[in-house]
């Protein structure tokens, strides 16, 4: 395992043990509201702190880029930057319903090298090098085979906080559902994004996501054989928020559903 990955795991198993503690307890979280459908507990702040404390003691130069506490550290001279999701699925944390996750990426000169996804509920870790493919714990992952998408369980995530393109997104599930197997909305997009990689889902798309909702999940994709873009198909999804992932044959097929749906805002 490359040594600045070993580290990632260290902090995302730390996070986890800060979330599983505090799931025992959940009557006695603090518990703020962001904005309208947007949580944060003190839980979120606890793994957050964890996991740059185990980063920047072993690399105190990286830059962090951190859901809860944003950036950190010279963003412009470090090469090197973390990018932080503590605990993704805050909400279904907060109900006690078991699907959530820690998500850690590592970018060097503005390309994702290192990735871990860790569901602390199962203890499943998801984990990728650039070039050396993606893992779950030590098993290799490979994206589906499926090539129709009739036969293809599709992940999403629906529109929470923001409602803008929520006609959208309603006109493009109401096409996908008819054409595939089944679509699947559990509520942590890093969590989605692994199990695309690891063929759980064949295919997945969203809208209004953050980079440290997707950047992990995006290299364990891309390590596992998939591939990622925006709605039109195009490599700025960390910057728009907006993602279609698959294997090879249904991420196409995902695209061509998408495209008569695209308003001028989710183009540009």
């Known amino acids: ?17 800060i979330i599983n503690r505090a799931a025992q307890n959940l009557d006695l979280l603090h518990v703020s509201r962001k904005a ?5 507990s003190e839980v979120d702040g606890a793994a957050e702190d964890a996991i740059i404390q185990v980063l920047l003691d072993a690399y105190p130069a990286h830059a962090i880029l951190a859901e809860e506490s944003g950036s950190r550290g010279d963003q412009e001279k470090s090469e090197y930057q973390w990018i932080i999701d503590p605990l993704d699925g805050t909400t279904n ?3 006690g319903f078991p699907q959530y996750s820690v998500s850690i990426a590592l970018m060097h000169k503005g390309i994702l090298t ?8 199962s203890n499943e870790l998801f984990t ?3 070039g050396r493919g993606a893992y779950l714990n030590d098993r290799r992952l490979r994206v589906s085979k499926r ?9 999403t995530g629906f529109p929470f906080r923001d409602f803008t393109h929520v006609d959208a997104y309603l006109a493009i599930f109401k096409d996908i ?6 679509i699947r909305r559990p509520g942590s997009a890093a969590l989605d994004l692994a199990y695309v990689a690891a063929g759980r889902y064949d295919g997945f798309w969203e ?8 950047a992990a999940g995006c290299l364990l994709i891309t390590e596992a054989g998939g591939l990622v873009s925006d709605l039109e198909g195009n490599a700025t999804y960390l910057k728009s928020g907006n993602i279609v992932a698959g294997n090879p044959k249904t991420f196409g097929q995902l695209l061509q559903v998408i495209s008569p749906h695209l308003t001028k805002e989710l183009k540009s």
């Open 1 to 17: 395992m490359h040594p600045m990955l070993t580290i990632a795991v260290k902090a995302a198993r730390r996070a986890g043990g």
């Open 36 to 40: 309208h459908n947007d949580f944060v």
């Open 93 to 95: 944390f907060l109900h």
């Open 114 to 121: 290192q990735a871990v996804v860790y569901d602390p509920c």
């Open 128 to 130: 990728a090098s650039r």
């Open 147 to 155: 090539t129709q998408l009739a036969d293809c369980l599709i992940g």
């Open 177 to 182: 559902m008819p054409r595939t197997s089944g």
């Open 207 to 214: 809208m209004g996501l953050s980079p440290w909702d997707m």
